[in-house]
């Protein structure tokens, strides 16, 4: 499959690199690449992860450059640290595939107003995950895994300070010891905004 050949060299991936990713030996790759087999539906899935396309895509049914689907993991608070809630997927939103390619993405909904004027109650955001930011990136930062929140991070020589957009909230500050003890984490930093106009 001349596709996989393609989406193998817009990754930057050597055969053998591709192989080892999926847990097959190279001349499993070159054998896809010159259409002698075709992957099983459990490296179907793999490679479409890998790629960070649709199936489709692989098989060419779909266009590489089209939208990639991932989903929204429920809702993170723009407010306090709250409650991961522990929700089934029921929707997708689309990225690009540019965008795609630099990093494991999810989205998520934000509920509460800390984060005003620019990220609103009910705004789908996009999320790189990464467990370390930049200094004055938007992030999602959760505590002990069970609680998240949106803020701007602020990093500090004695801790992190969450700062809290909207003048009405409290920012919030952990120290160095309760960063580890916690401990405190980032799950990831924000992409892209999304928000349906009514």
């Known amino acids: 499959m001349n596709i996989i050949k393609d989406l193998r060299k817009r990754a930057k991936l050597s055969q053998i690199e591709l192989a080892e990713l ?12 010159k259409g002698r087999t075709n992957p099983d539906t459990d490296m179907l899935i793999a490679l479409s992860e890998i790629f960070h396309t649709s199936i489709g895509a692989i098989l060419g049914l779909d266009s590489p450059d089209d939208p990639v689907m991932i989903p929204v993991k429920g809702y993170v608070q723009a407010g306090e640290m709250t409650l991961i ?4 997927i029921c929707e997708y939103t689309a990225i690009s595939p540019d965008l795609s390619q630099k990093g494991d993405f999810c989205a998520l909904r934000v509920h509460g107003d800390s984060m005003l004027p620019v990220f609103q109650d009910n705004d789908i955001i996009i ?27 602020k990093i500090q020589d004695n801790g992190i300070l969450l700062i809290a957009e909207n003048p009405e ?16 984490r980032i799950f990831g930093v924000v992409a892209e905004l999304r928000r349906e106009f009514r």
């Open 22 to 33: 999926c847990g097959v030996h190279q001349t499993a790759v070159s054998q896809w690449e």
């Open 85 to 88: 809630p522990d929700e089934d």
């Open 127 to 153: 999320v790189r995950r990464q467990g370390s930011a930049d200094d004055n990136s938007i992030v999602i930062a959760v505590e002990g895994n069970v609680k998240s929140t949106l803020k701007r991070l």
């Open 169 to 184: 909230f409290d920012s919030i500050f952990y120290t160095n010891e309760q960063v580890k003890k916690l401990p405190v």
